[in-house]
T-cell receptor, first 111, second 104 residues
Framework: EAQVTQNPRYLITVTGKKLTVTCSQNMNHEYMSWYRQDPGLGLRQIYYSMNVEVTDKGDVPEGYKVSRKEKRNFPLILESPSPNQTSLYFC??????????FGSGTRLTVV | GIQVEQSPPDLILQEGANSTLRCNFSDSVNNLQWFHQNPWGQLINLFYIPSGTKQNGRLSATTVATERYSLLYISSSQTTDSGVYFCAVVELSFGAGTTVTVRA
């Protein structure tokens, strides 16, 4: 089954403790991206990647890092999480004739 | 960037009713999608529809690219249709969504 897999689904962590949210797709898509969703602010793009070793900032990149060492994986890294990064996060991959496929989301709470 | 406006912001339906959701966008696009976010937060791809009309069961969508709008039709609504419907264009500029509540 074609899918984007995010882990974990839920995460509660403390301020300053580094964490990684994993994202993997099995569709051989070149384009992948990360979004956060907050009440009243909708979905906003954090980072995107056009291909392996090619990443770029989206609208809200501060406090986040990404890497794209292989086509299928696009992890999101929070080096020093803060409470304002509490949000619902989505990973997505894209194919031109089908559009975007989203992962199931990660609910992150930073206390 | 491209502005995406959805209407109405909220919609309450009785089960079995039909409805139309609208998405207006401010510039030409070659990438438009409709998504449904269910009550568990999952984003489900409904249609990738840069132009023309598509149908999938009780749902259908039409995009008139030259007039910069897209419509999502829900027929014979069911309670499982409840949630937020988003349209998104280009590198995923999302509209604010239409919250649909279907009552039994």
């Amino acid at each position: 089954e074609a899918q984007v897999t995010q882990n974990p689904r839920y995460l509660i962590t403390v301020t300053g403790k580094k964490l990684t949210v994993t994202c993997s797709q099995n569709m051989n898509h070149e384009y992948m991206s990360w979004y956060r969703q907050d009440p009243g602010l909708g979905l906003r793009q954090i980072y995107y990647s056009m291909n392996v070793e090619v990443t770029d900032k989206g609208d809200v990149p501060e406090g986040y890092k990404v890497s794209r060492k292989e086509k299928r994986n696009f992890p999101l890294i929070l080096e020093s999480p803060s409470p304002n990064q509490t949000s619902l996060y989505f990973c997505a991959s894209y194919r031109g004739d089908y559009g975007y496929t989203f992962g199931s989301g990660t609910r992150l709470t930073v206390v | 960037g491209i502005q995406v406006e959805q209407s109405p912001p909220d919609l309450i339906l009785q089960e079995g009713a039909n409805s139309t959701l609208r998405c207006n966008f401010s510039d030409s696009v070659n990438n438009l999608q409709w998504f449904h976010q269910n009550p568990w937060g999952q984003l489900i791809n409904l249609f990738y529809i840069p132009s023309g009309t598509k149908q999938n069961g009780r749902l259908s969508a039409t995009t008139v690219a030259t007039e910069r709008y897209s419509l999502l039709y829900i027929s014979s609504s069911q309670t499982t249709d409840s949630g937020v419907y988003f349209c998104a264009v280009v590198e995923l500029s999302f509209g604010a969504g239409t919250t649909v509540t279907v009552r039994a």
